[in-house]
C-alpha cells in the first residue's frame, strides 16, 4: 500500500488538530483571567498547557514526521510539506499551520 501523498493528507491533519486542539482545551480549560495576585494560577495553567501541547507535538513528531522547534524567535513547524511559524504560542502555531495548510489545498485546486 502506498503512502497517501503530502497534498492528500492535509484535509485530515487540519481536522486532527481541530480535535486536539479542543481536547486540549477541555483538558487544561480557559486560561485564567490575569487579576495581578493570581500568578500561581497562571503558572500553573501555563505548566498543564505546556504538557498538553508538548505531548501532541510529541505525537506529531513520531506519527506524522513532523518537525517541531520551539526558541527565543519563536515556534516553528514543518508537517506534510507545509511549514509555518509562531510568535505567539503553541496554540498560534498549529492554528498558523492549519491555515498554511488551508492556502495549500486551494493553491493545489487552483492548479
Do not use: Y
Not at 500500500?1 to 486536539?20: F, H, V, Y
Not at 507545509?82 to 493545489?108: D, F, P, Y
Amino acid at each position: 500500500m502506498t503512502k497517501p501523498s503530502n497534498a492528500a493528507r492535509l484535509p485530515g491533519l487540519i481536522r486532527r488538530l481541530d480535535a486536539e486542539l479542543a481536547r486540549i482545551e477541555k483538558e487544561v480549560g480557559p486560561q485564567p483571567a490575569f487579576r495581578g495576585t493570581n500568578w500561581g494560577e497562571l503558572d500553573r495553567w501555563r505548566h498543564q498547557e505546556a504538557i498538553a501541547f508538548n505531548r501532541l507535538f510529541n505525537t506529531l513528531q513520531q506519527v506524522e514526521g513532523a518537525s517541531v522547534s520551539m526558541d527565543g524567535a519563536g515556534h516553528r513547524m514543518r508537517m506534510a510539506g507545509v511549514a509555518t511559524s509562531c510568535t505567539s504560542g503553541m496554540h498560534g502555531l498549529l492554528r498558523n499551520w492549519q491555515n498554511a495548510a488551508h492556502r495549500r489545498i486551494e493553491k493545489e485546486r487552483a492548479s
